[in-house]
């Protein structure tokens, strides 16, 4: 049971990050954040109520604050800042503000003058990120990817000669098509960890080659169940060509015809236009 009588915090807005899965994953610090503040916004109020009520946490200062409401909660937070209370934000599971609720939300608070304190704790990419094994220096956390297809496809282009290992969030619905997409643009060659229900019972951090990773999937509907963190290693930088030329190639590609963004990648970037063209070429057509 935790304290009944704590600390009174600063009036602040605390972004508090919560479990994932298992309820036990949540610091100290947050503990005390929780039952110290005098209001508690929640993406769910009754998801929210039953992590409280697992750690002796009294439930009855709960308000909704979820992408539906977030504008208009966020000036009613800010007025119970100005009134000098304290204000504890959770989304559903995680760190608030990152792929769910709460940038509006932070954004109003500061831009008001008022002090945003972060409780750091459980993230799904870093825990997959931790545990993949992928060992690029650099990583690029990009979160979900469009619904669609098509949509999804042009922003994976926009990655493909990025070196970093890129990490993406996935529902189960879409695992499916998202890795046969992945496969299609980056190419088969890469690696690629599936990391779902990370801190669940049924957790699974699976890593083949990208070419394989649609099979295993298909193999075992279990296996498509859960909330994932795809993770995918970098590209190889191709020699003579910097990562930022790449990058600017890329970038280009997709707002121009080939032959008129190789002619502006090589007018900004010094590099051979023969050079450049023959990796638009693979950036185009990665097959």
């Avoid at 949509?151 to 619905?173: G, K």
């Avoid at 795809?230 to 121009?256: F, H, N, R, Y």
Wanted: proline content about 5%; aromatic content about 4%; overall charge negative.
């Amino acid at each position: 049971m935790h304290n009944e009588h704590p600390q009174k915090l600063e009036p602040a807005l605390y972004v508090v990050a919560t479990p994932i899965g298992n309820l036990r994953d949540i610091t100290l610090r947050a503990l005390e954040v929780l039952a110290a503040a005098d209001v508690l916004a929640a993406e769910d109020t009754r998801n929210t109520a039953h992590l409280l009520t697992h750690h002796g946490i009294s439930a009855n200062k709960l308000i909704a604050v979820h992408q539906h409401n977030e504008r208009g909660a966020a000036e009613k937070i800010i007025t119970l800042l100005q009134a000098g209370q304290s204000v504890a934000f959770v989304s559903d599971a995680g760190t608030p503000a990152v792929s769910d609720p709460g940038a509006l939300l932070v954004q109003a608070v500061r831009a008001a003058g008022l002090r945003v304190i972060p409780i750091p704790g459980a993230s799904a990419a870093m825990a997959a990120l931790s545990a993949s094994g992928l060992i690029d220096p650099h990583f690029l956390f990009y979160g979900f990817l469009p619904n669609k297809s098509a949509a999804r496809c042009t922003a994976l282009q926009s990655l493909i000669s990025y070196p970093c290992t890129l990490v993406f969030y996935e529902a189960p619905h879409r695992i499916v098509e998202c890795v046969a997409d992945l496969c299609s643009i980056l190419g088969g060659g890469r690696q690629i960890v599936l990391a779902r229900e990370i801190t669940k019972l049924f957790e699974t951090i699976h890593a083949c080659a990208l070419c394989e990773a649609e099979a295993w999937l298909q193999s075992d509907s279990n296996q498509q169940r859960g909330e994932f963190v795809v993770l995918v290693s970098g590209a190889i930088p191709q020699p003579g060509l910097s990562s930022e030329t790449l990058a600017t190639l890329s970038k280009l590609l997709d707002e121009l015809p080939l032959k008129q963004a190789v002619q502006l990648a090589a007018k900004i970037t010094g590099d051979s236009r023969n050079e450049l063209y023959q990796r638009a070429l693979q950036i185009k057509n990665p097959a």
